[in-house]
């Protein structure tokens, strides 16, 4: 079953007229926050990517994007490690996410293959990617 994404109190960053970032909800609870308006779900349904923003100082130049997922039935918020200037969503499959270094899917940008999360045999999720938790800060 598809998880049911919502963008709520979205507004406009960086006012260029998008990218647009609010409080991703799944399924009526609320997931993360400083989220981009372009999260999908996996084919299966197991899991929601999205891409996260954050400011690392007071400058533009401190800008930066990452891949993140959450797993619907674990309940469990991983971010990927690398963090990027720009980066945009481009597909989700039941095993990997593709994204592309551009701020728009029709601009130029290499195309990148990142495998989804592997969850152990306890259902907690293994590395390449980096534990956050399971609750975002307000």
Sequence with gaps: MTAKLELRNAGEILG??????GDLFVDGALVDNEVMDEAMNTEDGE????????????????????????HVKSKQLVQHERAVEMLVLYGV???AIAVKVAFHKQ???????IPLPVLSPEGKIAKPWSQVGTTPTK
């Design 16 to 21: 260029m007229g998008g990218p647009f970032m």
């Design 47 to 70: 899991w929601c990517v999205y891409v996260k923003y954050s400011c690392e100082g007071r400058w533009r130049k401190d800008v930066r994007f990452r891949v993140c997922a959450y």
């Design 93 to 95: 499959q039941r095993t």
């Design 107 to 113: 601009y130029a940008g290499r195309l990148i293959r």
